[in-house]
């Protein structure tokens, strides 16, 4: 019996770990090849698109669809970009401004109702999206925010996310370090921007990255607050696209293209932190 | 410590702003909307007591069984992609948190990347991919000598691509999740367990099962509320078709408010109100479920 174990095991590890590496290497090739393809495409005249057998290689390619997309006035591409950055990284950086202090007050202030606010808070995020969507699109037009990009930052900084999850970081930063700053005479603004700020600076960092990624892929919301082509931001842009381009499949993924490229190069550069962010919401249930 | 009431609320109130009118506010006015008639540009026409919500209950009428049936599409979808993307997501994530994986990071950076695109870019890619004439699944059941399917327009295909497309897209999130948690599970329980003789199903089940019950429930449930909430995959892969068969209920109340020549918020609102509440419904005994059960575990051990 022993003899027998000593001989097989070896053997079968090997074997268990050429498994794992083959069913990991389908698994990379499943998840990847549609981008792959949908690049490819987007490289390929109509005639090329259609023929049989495809090339599965990157072989006779052209950049015309991308000089089709770039002329036409109805798809202002370059302006859709313009538009959905300045959107994300408005919201990214003015829902810091609004989380924070809140979160300070909640995790380090004393005050009356300090904690009945804080269960209303917490209360909130079992209100299904759904039941706002309407009322807050009727809100939005009735203040004239519709079709400008003011309709896609503002609405999303009543989020309550954010707060819990920089209050859970700053209730982990010593008290001492501020009491220190306090006998130095400082304010409760400098406190915040010299000590909290410094010390949470993953934190802020991954809750500005998840906030600009949701605010860039955002689909539903843009497209009722948006409607003039030069106003639109890329995801709903695309959606135009495809009307405009039904059969043309190499137009409308050099579209797509161009609408996820920036979204993959920020992902591959600030995986890390995108990683981490949704590690903590999985953790805050804990 | 000393109270800072002024201070408190000062620095409370640039989110509580935002959180007052775009989070409490419209809770009450999605009531006063779905109980009147509203304008999508005049805003409140009048009121008309419970006409909205009569429709949605009036069976035989043809705007109640739309209704309905997009809240058994939203339910199948639900039933079939949160049970299924979260069995995938273990696997892979066990697959990723086995040693012997030579390539985890690059593994894990393919699953995960697809999370990054938006909902259009994902839905365009498989409608690509699953296109009729020229789409590269049906370039090979051709090239195969096989008959051409249908994708994107016959049920039950038609359904069946939103889920491979949601999968695909939204996978990365809940591996994530689920691999944090396996990494949390203690690997001397895993030896007690093989101590006592337990095979790998049964240390799955004894061991990394319950050790995963937290974040299993969360994602489950965040899992479910994001399938709830499912629109752009149905709106721009199928555009809800066959007939009304993948079309669900976000899709029928987007339609309902903005897309008819005469759009009807208040209708719409009914409808919002009536899902709203059925979803929280089923969140609360998901929650009920998971944390229940665990007070079982906890009085037998």
Not at chain 1, 163 to 177: H, K, N, S
Not at chain 2, 19 to 38: D, I, N, Q, T, Y
Not at chain 2, 121 to 150: H, Q, Y
Request: aromatic letters at 14%; proline letters at 5%; a positive charge.
């Amino acid at each position: 019996m022993p003899r027998k174990e000593r001989i097989s095991r070896p053997g079968r590890r090997r074997w268990s770990t050429l498994w794992v590496n083959l069913v990991g290497g389908i698994l990379v090739v499943t998840f990847l090849f549609p981008i792959y393809w949908t690049f490819l495409t987007s490289l390929r005249s109509e005639s090329e698109i259609l023929k049989w057998p495809p090339d599965l290689l990157p072989v006779n390619l052209t950049l015309s669809n991308y000089g089709e997309i770039m002329q036409r006035s109805d798809t202002p591409v370059l302006r859709w970009f313009w538009n959905s950055s300045i959107a994300a990284l408005s919201y990214a950086t003015l829902s810091l401004f609004v989380c924070v202090p809140a979160a300070y007050a909640l995790s380090r202030l004393q005050f009356k109702f300090r904690d009945l606010y804080f269960k209303v808070l917490l209360a909130s995020l079992t209100i299904p999206g759904m039941i706002l969507f309407l009322p807050n699109y009727t809100t939005v037009d009735a203040l004239g925010w519709t079709d400008s990009l003011v309709a896609i930052i503002l609405p999303g900084l009543g989020a309550t996310i954010g707060v819990f999850l920089l209050r859970q970081f700053f209730i982990g930063i010593p008290r001492e370090m501020e009491e220190a700053a306090l006998m130095d005479g400082a304010g409760v603004f400098q406190r915040i921007f010299r000590i909290i700020i410094p010390m949470s600076r993953e934190a802020i960092i991954t809750l500005w990255i998840m906030n600009f990624m949701a605010n860039w892929n955002d689909y539903l919301w843009p497209l009722v607050t948006l409607y003039s082509p030069d106003k639109r931001t890329l995801p709903v842009g695309m959606s135009t696209l495809q009307g405009a381009y039904v059969h043309y499949y190499g137009v409308i993924m050099a579209g797509a293209v161009l609408i996820a490229l920036p979204s993959i190069v920020i992902f591959l550069l600030v995986q890390r932190y995108y990683v981490k962010g949704i590690s903590i919401g999985g953790g805050l249930k804990e | 410590m000393k109270r800072n009431t002024v201070l408190g609320y000062l620095l409370l109130l640039p989110h509580a702003v935002f959180f007052g009118l775009f989070v409490v506010f419209p809770l009450a006015k999605v009531l006063v909307m779905s109980f009147s008639e509203w304008g999508l540009f005049q805003g409140f026409l009048k009121w008309v007591g419970w006409e909205n919500f009569g429709v949605l209950f009036r069976f035989d009428g043809y705007r109640a069984k739309y209704f309905w049936q997009s809240m058994g599409v939203t339910a199948s979808f639900v039933a079939w992609i949160v049970p299924l993307i979260t069995l995938v997501a273990i696997l892979l994530a066990m697959l990723l948190n086995n040693p012997r994986l030579r390539f985890q990071k690059f593994l894990l950076t393919s699953i995960f990347l697809p999370t990054a695109l938006a909902v259009t870019v994902t839905a365009v890619i498989w409608r690509w991919i699953f296109s009729f004439d020229a789409g590269l699944v049906n370039l090979f059941l051709s090239g195969m000598g096989l008959e051409k399917i249908p994708w994107i327009t016959t049920m039950p295909w038609a359904f069946i691509t939103v889920v491979i497309a949601t999968l695909w897209w939204t996978l990365g999130w809940n591996v994530i999740i689920l691999l944090g948690g396996l990494q949390k599970i203690p690997e001397s329980l895993y030896d007690a367990a093989r101590v006592d003789g337990a095979n790998a199903l049964q240390r799955f089940w004894n061991v990394t099962l319950p050790g995963l019950r937290n974040v299993l429930m969360y994602v489950v449930i965040t899992q479910a509320v994001a399938t709830f909430g499912i629109f752009g995959q149905s709106q721009l892969m199928t555009s809800g078709g066959p007939g009304r068969q993948t079309l669900p209920v976000m899709l029928q109340i987007y339609n309902e408010a903005f897309n008819t020549s005469r759009p009807r918020m208040g209708y719409a609102s009914a409808m919002s109100v009536v899902f709203g509440v059925l979803v929280l419904s089923v969140l609360a005994v998901q929650y009920f479920l998971f944390t229940h059960e665990r007070k079982g575990v906890r009085h037998a051990a």
